[in-house]
């Protein structure tokens, strides 16, 4: 007689994507009853159609299996595996927790550190922690693709010793493969964020994993080890897992056993099935956001509060945010640019002694209850800045329009009297001959400032805006709730607001700030052809500037393109079209000629970008052109993108020897760089947004601004710490209440910081 088989324990696996699907499938194939939770209909129908498929090359294997979105999910739940995207887990485990058994427990089978939010909601006894390394990915509704071999590891929270249920969940998932039972999960979940952090900069770009780590190994170096000295830091004990040895990679290794780690880790990567990471599929195959942003949210608070700096994580997370609905961006040079903020060595090779030391923070970060007390001083004010937006939106302010913008400035001179009181100096830099507006600089004192150094900061903005006059009488400010629009309030009305407030909440507080020069010009929409040379001026004087321009979808803004605006003009000789159609020379023709030559120099790896956006040519259509002119618009992210353009259209010859070419106009704005001083001071600023609650991230964008000039000229740069919103130069222009006082309050923490250290 044959003895009964035992009974299977039964499974509930919450997210049935890549990883959940895997490990539902290994259980039900080994007699497991498994029930699949999923918010996606159609996966959910496909499985209960033809049950769980996990395809392998070109075969394919499937197991029943029950499904159930979680809105037709009845019952309760006991052993669970959790296995959705780590920006779910909180919606997730509030779904759970009523549901869950006394006796239940929640298995944390996700990418990042997701156990604390768990126990928030179930409880820290009925949490188990895990580390999953698995190369899958769903192919379609009801199917996964098996990526190859992976790693799973299981244990109790804290580093408790494994326990009972732990050892019999690793039993039952080795229905899988290699899954083990460990004290350490801790240090294999810290490894892979090093690992994972490789993978996601990977996203960047179109290309395979293997070969990107391969040739971008002082990047990917450079990367981990900002990760692993935050671990170092909290003394975790890092573990490898298949074939990825995180101890090389931390700071100070040889370099050797570094590059060694590098080639056994890009071989392995290329006996993978699965050639690129999900997080690019989710951007160039799915179009939707990625979590991984969100799992690094712990790596960069644990790095706030040890401060440690993590630029590269935060260029590769702000690079993955901005491919989000437009992966056609995905580019090597982003990886390139990484290498480059990496350095020419990877930390710990010999040279390194010769590199520059990373720039230091540029100030000392208050207290947190410092930042909260401004922060609760603004918001108390918030409609006192509101009404001064609404009286500064109804001064016209028109580039063009010299009579507005004199009654513009008189109208600022009074309100900066009224709200910082009177300077120590004033200065107006007449600017009415040159067409522009004038140019007005105030000078505050220091007060309580214990900072070595006592050069002021630049606070620097425009009063004039694109709006020509008359805009008013059809569109004035207005407010509906926390939402506000009108001409300017964007760009950038709002964010001289925000700056005026920001000193008078540290002075109202009798809190310290540096001595601050504040400058307006009357011509940045129109190129500050009449204001550049006094900013640069200026700025030799100061210790650094805060460009109040605004925000980048909330983002500080770190690099600029320089901005060329050139003309091609192009000279031929008149006849008449039908009489005599060769005598002529058409200025048309070599035009068109021309323009597909420029446009043969654009660049969008390297950031570079032509327009012809005007094009003039002819009198009649009966008659050879005899002269025609094309505008143009040039965007370029390096000084050496600068000087190829400038090489080439100096370069430009006529394909009609019988016509002249002449190209005039020049470069109206310098690249922006993120140099070291610019990244540390965004450092700082990053940090003192942490101190209000905020993730602040950083951008690199194609317009340029006055602070292009500032850091061409050796003075770092805080810009886009201005208005939070959107619709520039549009009429949807607009930013938000709660977007000024936060964004006041952020400016008023960094003066505060900067005038402490």
């Not at 720039?359 to 909260?372: M, Y």
């Not at 913008?405 to 004033?426: F, I, K, S, V």
């Amino acid at each position: 007689m044959t003895a009964p088989s035992p009974q299977r324990a039964a499974y509930t696996v919450v997210g049935g994507g890549a990883i959940g699907g895997t490990l539902a499938f290994a259980l039900a194939r080994a007699g497991h009853p498994v029930t699949v939770v999923d918010t996606d209909p159609a996966h959910v129908a496909a499985i209960r159609a033809r049950g769980l498929v996990v395809a392998h090359g070109e075969s394919r294997t499937s197991v029943p299996v029950a499904a159930a979105t979680p809105d037709e999910f009845s019952g309760t739940l006991g052993r669970v595996l959790l296995a959705v995207k780590a920006q779910a887990t909180g919606t997730a485990a509030a779904w759970i927790a009523p549901r869950l058994e006394p006796d239940g427990y929640v298995v944390s089978l996700q990418n990042g550190f997701n156990e604390d939010l768990i126990a928030q909601h179930v409880g820290a006894r009925r949490t188990v922690a895990a580390f999953v390394n698995i190369f899958a990915d769903v192919v379609e509704p009801g199917v996964v693709l098996d990526g190859g071999a992976g790693a799973l590891v299981v244990g109790e929270v804290g580093g408790a010793p494994v326990s009972p249920r732990v050892r019999a969940v690793v039993a039952d998932l080795q229905s899988w493969g290699p899954a083990v039972a460990s004290d350490n999960v801790e240090g294999y979940l810290w490894a892979k964020a090093g690992f994972g952090a490789m993978l996601a900069a990977t996203a960047l770009a179109d290309a395979p994993m293997a070969d990107l780590i391969d040739r971008h190994r002082p990047a990917m170096a450079a990367l981990t080890g900002e990760i692993f000295a935050v671990s170092d830091r909290l003394g975790i004990t890092l573990e490898a897992f298949d074939a990825f040895e995180p101890l090389p990679f931390r700071h100070g290794t040889d370099p050797a056993e570094r590059d060694a780690a590098f080639d056994r880790l890009s071989a392995w990567l290329r006996t993978q099935a699965k050639d690129r990471s999900g997080i690019w599929r989710d951007l160039a195959v799915r179009h939707r956001p990625v979590e991984v942003t969100t799992h690094y949210a712990d790596v960069f608070d644990h790095a706030a509060r040890e401060g440690l700096p993590t630029p590269l994580l935060r260029t590769v997370m702000d690079g993955l945010r901005s491919l989000e609905g437009a992966p056609d961006g995905m580019s090597e040079a982003r990886l390139a640019e990484l290498d480059r903020l990496a350095g020419s060595a990877v930390p710990g090779r010999p040279d390194d002694q010769n590199r520059p030391a990373p720039a230091a923070l540029p100030g000392r970060l208050p207290e947190v209850e410092q930042a909260a007390a401004v922060r609760a001083w603004l918001d108390e004010h918030r409609e006192d800045m509101v009404a001064d937006l609404d009286a500064y939106t109804s001064q016209g302010s028109a580039s063009d329009d010299l009579d507005d913008l004199g009654a513009c400035l008189g109208w600022l001179r009074d309100w900066l009297d009224r709200r910082l009181g009177a300077p120590d100096a004033e200065e107006i830099l007449p600017r009415a001959k040159a067409g522009a507006g004038d140019i007005l600089v105030r000078r505050y004192p220091a007060r309580d400032a214990v900072a070595e150094d006592a050069r002021p900061a630049l606070l620097l903005g425009h009063y004039d805006t694109v709006w020509p006059t008359g805009t008013l009488d059809d569109w004035p400010f207005r407010r509906d709730g926390d939402h506000i629009s009108g001409p300017g309030v964007f760009d950038m009305k709002a964010g001289l607001v925000q700056a005026v407030w920001a000193l008078r909440a540290l002075d109202a507080l009798g809190l310290p700030r540096p001595a601050c020069t504040l400058m307006l010009n009357g011509d940045e929409e129109t190129g500050s052809l009449a204001s550049h040379e006094a900013i640069v001026a200026e700025s030799h004087g100061s210790r650094l500037a805060m460009v109040f321009e605004a925000a980048a979808d909330g983002a500080i803004k770190t690099a600029r393109k320089g901005v060329g605006l050139f003309t091609l003009t192009v000279t031929g000789s008149e006849a008449h079209a039908g009489l005599d159609p060769t005598a002529g020379a058409s200025a048309v023709d070599e035009l068109a000629h021309q323009i597909l030559r420029l446009a043969e120099l654009r660049a969008p790896d390297a950031g570079t970008s032509l327009n012809v956006g005007v094009v003039e040519g002819g009198t009649r259509s009966n008659v050879t052109a005899g002269r025609a002119v094309g505008r143009i618009d040039i965007r370029v992210a390096s000084a050496a993108e600068q000087q190829r353009i400038g090489e080439a259209l100096a370069a430009l010859r006529p394909v009609d020897p019988r016509t002249r070419v002449e190209i005039t106009g020049d470069w109206n704005r310098p690249v922006f760089e993120r140099t070291e001083q610019v990244a540390a001071l965004a450092e700082l600023t990053r940090r003192c947004a942490a101190l209000l609650g905020e993730d602040l991230r950083e951008a690199s964008v194609g317009g340029a601004s006055d602070g292009n000039f500032v850091v061409a000229a050796g003075t770092p740069v805080l810009d886009g710490i201005g208005a939070v919103g959107s619709g520039a130069h549009a009429r949807s222009e607009n930013t938000s209440v709660s977007g000024m006082v936060a964004r006041s309050a952020l400016a008023a923490t960094v003066l505060g910081a900067l005038a402490a250290g």
